[in-house]
């Protein structure tokens, strides 16, 4: 019995050192930004339709061998008074195709955004654009990696038919890991 339950160790330890195998690399597409991947986390969010805050937490991953990032996020809102005002989830999946960075976002609130373009500044920025829709607000998301290691974020969006940027959200993200 005694062998039967160090084969049994034995054979659990081989499995979990087996799923506990590094991230692979990030592929040359994706490899500009890299910088993205971590743990992130803010308390100073600033929500420009309500005049609140929000906090939260940003985890990326790289996925599918190195071919994409997962980005999933939980975010708590405040109103303009610091009061709780709800929360959500959020999943963008980022990915290389037809020579460009693409990303499909979605939330726990039912919102969709296909960003079909990414101008990068390799290890330093990237900014995300939605696709043009007529009758459709456009989408715009972009990281900053700051000179500290803090990742800014601005979230905006033009109204259907084009115009002005509106910002939605922003914030600043510390590297929690």
Do not use: C
């Not at 054979?11 to 490899?31: I, M």
């Not at 290389?96 to 500044?121: F, K, M």
């Amino acid at each position: 019995m005694r062998a039967a339950s160090l084969m049994l160790v034995s054979a659990l330890a081989a499995a979990s050192g087996a799923l506990a195998q590094p991230a692979p690399a990030l592929k040359p597409p994706l490899a500009g930004v890299g910088f993205l991947v971590g743990d992130w986390a803010s308390d100073n969010g600033k929500v420009a339709d309500t005049g609140g805050t929000s906090k939260g937490t940003s985890h990326v991953t790289v996925a599918a061998d190195g071919w994409m990032l997962l980005r999933q996020d939980r975010n708590q809102l405040f109103d303009a008074k610091g009061k709780p005002a709800g929360g959500f989830s959020q999943t963008m999946l980022i990915y290389p195709e037809g020579g460009t960075l693409r990303g499909d976002y979605g939330d726990g609130e039912g919102h969709v955004i296909h960003y079909v373009s990414a101008q990068v500044t390799p290890g330093k920025a990237v900014t995300f654009t939605g696709a043009v829709t007529p009758g459709q607000p456009t989408f715009r998301l972009a990281y900053v990696l700051t000179a500290a290691g803090d990742l800014a974020v601005d979230f905006g969006m033009s109204p259907p038919g084009g115009g002005p940027l509106r910002p939605i959200a922003s914030g600043l993200l510390k590297k929690v890991r």
